[in-house]
């Protein structure tokens, strides 16, 4: 990454489809079809403006270790890498969503140790410690709305949007962990070296975030 260039991580899939349309408003436009393409990094019309699109899990790591000066990912992802290594400037209000318990419908309060399966196995973690509840957790990578129904736990942590997931796996909502949206992150000592460059991008975003809602 050379000082004169921006590397932007975008979160590939549903966050990249509510992404671009802002970075279209901010001016930065991907000089190809991203959706068209397989390839990671892209050129735009900012010649020294460089789009990387990757999963979102990622994005927090290449933002910290400075591959990429800035990126956009999910709260989710973020809350559960640990927001210590990088900035958090703004907030994009696209894909917004809750990040929830949820249980079988009717299910009892359970006082004695929970069984817990998610993905976000450190949001869980601090979350029932700071609720003082004894858990087990089981890590999980997909299909956690089975989890209950099958025996493996009595709750489960996940993202919910409609709640039509949980709904149709005879799961109800319970407590709100955090509300979700799309952020924009920046490394640290890109802040500093390149502070132009990202503070113009930044305020053209926040312009046109304003402008879509
Ligand atoms: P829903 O049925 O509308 O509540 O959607 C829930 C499922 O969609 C969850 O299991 C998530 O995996 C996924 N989902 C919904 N919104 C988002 C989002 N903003 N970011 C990531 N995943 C999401």
Not at 131 to 150: F, M, T
């Amino acid at each position: 990454m050379s000082s004169s260039e921006l590397v932007i991580a975008l979160t590939k899939g549903r966050i990249l489809t509510e992404t671009l349309p802002l970075f279209e408003l901010a001016g930065v436009i991907p000089a190809e079809d991203i959706s068209k393409s397989r390839k990671l990094l892209f050129d735009t019309n900012l010649p020294h403006v460089k789009l990387m699109v990757i999963r979102g899990a990622d994005v927090p790591t290449y933002v910290e270790f400075g591959s990429a000066d800035m990126g956009v990912a999910g709260k989710d992802l973020i809350l559960e890498y640990g927001s210590e290594g990088f900035y958090e400037p703004l907030d994009l209000k696209i894909a917004s969503c809750q990040l929830m318990t949820a249980q079988p419908v009717g299910a009892k309060a359970k006082t004695e140790r929970l069984k817990v399966a998610t993905k976000f196995t450190n949001i869980a973690k601090r979350y029932f410690a700071e609720q003082g509840q004894q858990i087990e957790l089981i890590k999980l990578n997909g299909a956690l709305e089975l989890a209950p129904s099958l025996g493996l736990a009595d709750t489960i942590v996940d993202i919910v949007d409609t709640g039509k997931t949980l709904k149709a796996n005879g799961l109800e909502p319970k407590q709100v962990i955090a509300e979700i949206s799309s952020r924009v992150i920046v490394n640290k000592a890109s802040m500093k070296i390149k502070n132009t460059m990202i503070r113009e991008i930044l305020e053209k975003l926040r312009a046109a975030v304003e402008l879509s809602q």
